[in-house]
């Protein structure tokens, strides 16, 4: 909305003209996400309190898991806590972003889709009409069905009339000029094309969603991801960066880069009361939008293959997640690990909670720094 009233607010005060530039919009936008994020927070919180929209220890698979969350004194904290986040990042994409941009509704799209989902599970909970909230398979159902929609419309972006070079290719990391081309291949490429991102969407945000259970660790974990993914989308936006660094152009990335700064100064704002002593928690209604948010942002920055990289931290919760529940599967009863997600191992073993988690910061700071070199030395 401010992209077009900009030649309008620099005839009041020429300065303003810089918000015709994306790197001062983003600024704007992270700003603006941040503080709408502690302004709404604050209220909500007490309400969702109020009304008994909290953390329920008992509801969990594993006895000792649930006794350790008790113990810490999670039993009622507030969930549910992405409905504010999520209503920061919309205000502000309203506010700052291009909203004739397909790549930025593609990925407000999915946000609010993964939301919705998240926001349903959440509150079947609440209702105490599903232990777990969703049944497993409506959930997958309908993220895999919201997925699919997304990456098939984006697909259609890259069709040579729309002016959208590049982005059906799948480009590697460190290899300079090796990529693949799927849109070569008709419709086997678009179904190879389609399901791999789609892959990409529900992993992330699985990944977020196992993770989001200690104080500030979602939370804190994605901001090296979202902070290394703006640069990446900003690099391929550029034509400029995207010729120094041996990148792909892609038109209109640029602009998602300002989503990519409301989403980050969103989890920011977010991180303000997540953090130890947790007064909120994002719940499914936010675990499951951030995560297809980092997912699509790796997608417009062609950087899928480097997300293990740039979101290190969600890929090791998952994997050892999904490697406990096969390994006990195949064996018979058998464990590979203490307990999985891998931060509950930590959590039983009684260290405290602010150390496991500044040192999955750590890790994810890390990770996402290696990421952005591996998109460097390309």
């Not at 039993?75 to 941009?101: H, K, N, S």
């Not at 889709?113 to 998240?118: K, L, P, R």
């Not at 704002?269 to 909120?280: D, I, K, T």
């Not at 006990?328 to 931060?343: C, D, E, M, N, W």
Request: net charge positive; hydrophobic share 55%; glycine share 10%.
């Amino acid at each position: 909305m401010i992209y077009w009233l900009y030649p309008y607010l620099q005839e009041l005060w020429q300065p303003l003209f810089a918000l015709n530039y994306i790197g001062v919009r983003s600024a704007f936008a992270f700003a603006c996400s941040l503080l709408l994020t502690i302004w709404l927070g604050k209220p909500l919180i007490k309400k969702l309190r109020a009304a008994g929209v909290g953390e329920n220890a008992s509801v969990c698979d594993d006895a000792a898991v649930a006794a350790a969350y008790a113990s810490a004194q999670k039993q009622g904290v507030p969930t549910m806590g992405g409905v504010f986040w999520m209503t920061a990042i919309l205000i502000t994409i309203l506010l700052f972003c291009r909203l004739d941009e397909p790549l930025v509704l593609i990925g407000a799209v999915l946000m609010v889709g993964m939301g919705t989902i998240g926001f349903l599970d959440d509150w079947i909970k609440f209702k105490g009409e599903g232990r777990n909230g969703m049944s497993r398979r409506t959930k997958f159902v309908a993220s895999l069905s919201l997925a699919v929609g997304v990456v098939a419309t984006y697909w259609a972006l890259g069709d040579p009339t729309t002016g959208y070079p590049g982005i059906r290719n799948l480009y590697f990391p460190l290899l300079k000029d090796m990529f693949a081309e799927p849109g070569n291949l008709g419709w086997y490429g678009f179904g190879i094309f389609v399901a791999f991102q789609a892959f990409v969407i529900l992993a992330c945000s699985h990944a977020v969603n196992v993770t989001d259970g200690l104080d500030g660790l979602a939370a804190g974990s994605a901001i090296p991801s979202l902070i290394a993914l703006s640069v990446a989308t900003y690099f391929v936006g550029h034509d400029g960066y995207a010729e120094a660094f041996s990148l792909p152009f892609i038109l209109g990335a640029g602009e998602v880069t300002v989503m990519a700064a409301a989403v980050l100064g969103a989890t920011f704002g977010f991180l303000w009361y997540n953090g130890h002593p947790a007064e909120v928690f994002f719940g499914d209604s936010g675990s499951l939008p951030l995560g297809a948010a980092i997912a699509y942002f790796a997608i417009v920055a062609k950087q899928e293959f480097a997300l293990p990289l740039l979101a290190g931290v969600f890929v090791v919760e998952v994997m050892t997640s999904l490697l406990q529940i096969y390994y006990y599967k195949f064996t018979g009863g058998k464990r590979l690990f203490l307990k999985a997600p891998i931060h509950h191992v930590w959590q039983l073993k009684r260290v405290p909670e602010q150390k496991i988690v500044v040192r999955f910061w750590i890790v994810a700071a890390v990770s996402a720094a290696l990421g952005l070199l591996v998109i460097k030395v390309r």
